[in-house]
């Protein structure tokens, strides 16, 4: 109470000082401010209209002055002034009537534009009631739509659950499908395997019985020789040299393959191929080294002496223009030439001359390459019109067309089955063929133009423009290993024993490339010796041992491997660039044919 | 609460009779009448005095006006104080009506902010709302107004319009009932013979013990010699709208009410007239 008390007196305080402060300040003072402002605006009003007084009364003044003068003209010119002022106003008058007039018109178009904009209305009040029809019907089309929709949308939805459980069924089909698949291939395997398990039963049953045999031959062998007959060993020889006579004319190793059944006298029975081949080899390397058996690990396997040749027995003229290709038969027996004019020549050697045998025809365009079957029966050209074929060299009859590239085929060679065929070509691909059904079964991209081919067991080898020489699996269509070399590769070819790589690339470079190791083993050069061309190729001698590289100056380099110098030159016959070199299986006798048409045929007499 | 609704009106109502004259050195055409007028002493000069300016210019030429400024008994008169401050700060116990000069010409650049138009002003009394608040609530309640809330405050104070402006003005002066009071009590005291313009410090409304903080204890924080000690003749003056209140007025009450439009008590402290 008391503090209620306490606090009125300090309010009270305040808003009585304030009351007394309106008092002195406020209420003392309002009214005569008041005032005063409002004589301040009179008096202000005041000056406004005395001056302006003060102005018109100096205005009266002046025109009092200026008609004080003439007295009497003074009635007339007001009179005058007057009927001045009433046609004035009468024009005024005329005018407001005809503004009155116009107005009037205004109004009447006015109001005919109103009633124009009422008809508008009212047809557009028509019409909203038309579009409110329309709107009702499409509002029901609507409904009806979307009825349809959901009717469509539930049939939709069905189906889908039909799919859903069909693609249950069939996925579990498809499972099933797939472990059958496996139990089959299970099977095969396991099939397989028996078969295989019976192949070698039988290859050992085989060789017992051919061991079997062999002994008995020889026991009965023994028997002959302990019985006293002088004519028994002469005939022994008779066969010996029968048989080497054969092997040192033909010496590839599938030569008995290719004649098996026919040929041989305690052949093994065809079951054990491989067994049988490298019985043969034993047999033949045996025999064929007879006098000095030692040497069996010798490169030159099956092969006769291997004569450096020194001497031109023959120069003649083999093509029209430029002969690209030369090649011997692997009887050595003939020389087979490919050149511009589109034909391969066959030519017999015959005592130190080549006889011309006959020419094969059918190419399109320019011969790249030859090369015969390990039987020599078969003649295979790359050409220039982007096909290869082959001849029967027996008939000189085309046997084979194989196109498919999209560019020169620059060189081609059969694998060592003769029945594929690898082929490389400018257009950067390489093809293999199949000679039973002559079809093309693989294609690879080798990235880059191949320039030649060589092709051991397994392995393809190919020389590119790119400076590489790529190394392939023939099963894969990969490429194994790639060796990098100086310039473009020209040509590649493998000695005997498939160990070696000879290539020749246009840094006028030949190396020796040792396929074990896959390193460069040795290389080769000559003051003089230039690559002409890109499909310039070189040899191997028979026995490795030689090397054979015609140059752009029309000279022949023979190398020798052992030393690794130039063994020698022989360049006075050849008048340009020698296109390509080979070296006859028999060792004896060197072809090379050049840029001209010539073809000269070397050896050592 | 009829009471206090009394006060504010009386404190928003307050007005000085002031008379205008044009400073004699300027160049006329005529000579000037004085002008009077009653000052509402919340606002600020330069924005009810349209019609002073309107009146001196009809007896003047245009080439020699510059930036209207007024003066008294040769002190510039700053515009951004509320009118009621200067009046109180330099012409309390004075003759009424207070005697102002008007000058168009040599503005003090030295002693007077420039105005060149209202909303510079605005600009000011917004922002010392903004200050108030943020003393009071943090800046709370101001912030959560909207731009057309704060424009209502203006618009208030600009067309006096004390319905409109308290209307707005009444948020600002709550504060939670737990509390007993604002944070700080926004206060600013002037003193006439100070090289300081005013003094302002963090007060509170309610001391540490709980007791409620009063005029009187405010003074004897801030100025101790503004209170007389037993039997001494009271030396100064405390003013707060051209009154004096009881010293024992709690804070948070003259704050409430009390304050100016801007949220802020202006004390003013003047030495008693000696006669």
């Known amino acids: ?605 | 609460m009829a009471d206090d609704k009394d006060v504010l009106r009386d404190v928003w109502f307050g007005r000085i009779p002031t008379c205008f004259t044009l400073n004699q050195d300027e160049v006329t055409e005529r000579e000037a009448e004085p002008y009077y007028l009653l000052l509402p002493r919340v606002s600020y000069l330069t924005l009810v005095t349209d019609k002073v300016k309107k009146h001196f210019l009809k007896v003047m030429k245009a080439e020699d006006v510059e930036e209207m400024w007024f003066e008294y008994e040769g002190t510039p008169l700053k515009w951004h104080y509320p009118i009621g401050v200067l009046f109180d700060l330099h012409a309390s116990n004075t003759v009424l009506p207070w005697s102002i000069t008007v000058h168009f010409k040599s503005f003090p650049d030295s002693d007077l902010l420039h105005c060149p138009s209202n909303s510079v002003i605005e600009a000011h009394f917004m922002s010392s709302i903004k200050e108030a608040d943020a003393l009071k609530h943090k800046s709370q309640v101001v912030n959560d107004m909207q731009k057309k809330d704060h424009k209502q405050l203006w618009m208030g104070l600009q067309n006096d319009k004390f319905d409109q402006f308290w209307a707005m003005n009444r948020k600002l002066m709550e504060y939670p009932t737990e509390e007993g009071g604002f944070r700080y009590i926004p206060f600013r005291i002037y003193q006439t013979m100070s090289d300081r313009p005013f003094i302002q410090k963090q007060f509170r409304p309610v001391s540490p013990e709980g007791n409620v903080h009063t005029l009187g204890s405010l003074l004897k924080e801030m100025y101790p010699a503004a209170i007389p000690s037993d039997g001494e003749q009271k030396r100064y003056q405390v003013m707060i709208h051209g009154i004096e209140p009881l010293l024992e007025t709690p804070l948070q009450w003259l704050s409430e009410h009390l304050s100016h439009p801007d949220n802020f008590l202006h004390i003013c402290i003047i030495p008693t007239p000696t006669d």
């Open chain 1, 1 to 605: 109470m008391a503090e209620r008390r306490v606090e009125c007196t300090w309010k009270r305080h305040i808003s009585e000082q304030l009351k007394l402060r309106d008092q002195v300040q406020r209420q003392a003072f309002e009214e005569i401010i008041h005032q005063y402002n409002r004589l301040l605006e009179k008096s202000d009003l005041q000056t406004v209209l005395s001056e302006r007084y003060q102005t018109d009364k100096y205005d009266v003044q002046r025109g009092h002055e200026a008609s004080s003068g003439a007295d009497s003209n003074r009635s007339e010119a007001l009179q005058q002034e007057m009927a001045q002022m009433r046609i004035k106003h009468q024009e005024e008058l005329t005018e407001l009537h005809k503004k009155r007039g116009e107005l009037a018109q205004s109004v009447i178009e006015l109001n005919n534009q109103i009633q124009q904009k009422d008809k508008e209305i009212q047809s557009n009040e028509a019409k909203m009631l038309e579009y409110q029809q329309q709107i009702t019907n499409l509002e029901g089309d609507c409904r009806e739509l979307r009825n349809y929709l959901q009717d469509l949308e539930r049939a939709n939805q069905t189906l889908k659950d039909e799919y859903d459980a069909l693609q249950i069924t069939f996925s579990a089909l498809e499972e099933k499908l797939r472990k059958t698949t496996e139990d089959n291939q299970e099977l095969v395997s396991r099939w397989m395997a028996e078969k295989a398990q019976e192949a070698n039963r039988l290859n050992a049953e085989n060789e017992k019985d051919s061991r079997r045999r062999q002994a008995k031959l020889q026991k009965e062998l023994a028997d002959a020789a302990k019985e006293p007959l002088p004519i028994d060993p002469d005939d022994d020889i008779e066969v010996l040299a029968e048989d080497g006579g054969k092997g040192g004319g033909e010496t590839s190793p599938n030569r008995p393959l290719s004649r098996t059944p026919s040929k041989k006298i305690s052949q093994p029975p065809p079951g054990g191929l491989l067994d049988s081949i490298s019985n043969i080899f034993g047999r033949r390397t045996a025999n064929s080294f007879s006098t000095s058996p030692e040497n069996t690990e010798a490169p030159s396997g099956g092969c006769a002496e291997v004569r450096v040749p020194s001497t031109a027995l023959h120069v003649f003229e083999a093509h029209d223009g430029e002969v690209n290709a030369v090649r011997f038969s692997p009887g050595s027996r003939l020389l087979a030439t490919g050149g511009m004019d589109r034909r391969v020549k066959l030519w017999e050697v015959v005592a130190g001359h080549c006889e011309p045998k006959g020419a094969l025809t059918g190419s399109n365009a320019g011969i790249t390459s030859i090369e015969f079957d390990s039987a020599g029966s078969y003649l295979l050209a790359a050409s220039n019109d982007f096909a290869s074929r082959i001849w029967t060299v027996d008939d000189y009859r085309l046997r084979h067309t194989l196109t498919g590239h999209s560019g020169k085929v620059l060189s081609a060679r059969f694998l060592l089955d003769n029945a594929r065929i690898v082929s490389g070509s400018y257009d950067r691909t390489l093809k293999l063929w199949d000679l039973r059904s002559k079809v093309c079964m693989k294609t690879v991209f080798a990235g880059s133009s191949c320039n030649d081919i060589v092709c051991t067991e397994q392995c393809v080898m190919s020389g590119h423009f790119d400076k590489k020489v790529r190394f392939w699996d023939i099963r894969a269509e990969s490429i194994v290993r790639e060796l990098e070399l100086l310039g473009r590769v020209t040509s590649l070819d493998l000695n005997h024993d498939r160990t070696e790589l000879l290539t020749c690339s246009r840094d006028d470079l030949i190396k020796i490339i040792d396929l074990r190791t896959n390193s460069i083993r040795q290389t080769f050069s000559a003051q003089g010796f230039k690559c002409g061309a890109d499909w310039t190729r070189v040899t191997f001698s028979p026995d490795g041992c030689y090397l054979a590289g015609g140059s752009a100056d029309g000279a022949l380099y023979i190398w020798n491997v052992l030393t690794g110098k130039v063994d020698k030159t022989l360049d006075r016959n050849h008048n340009s660039a020698i296109n390509s070199v080979s070296w006859s299986p028999s060792g004896a006798y060197v072809a090379s044919v050049e840029k001209g048409s010539k073809a000269i045929l070397w050896s050592d007499m």
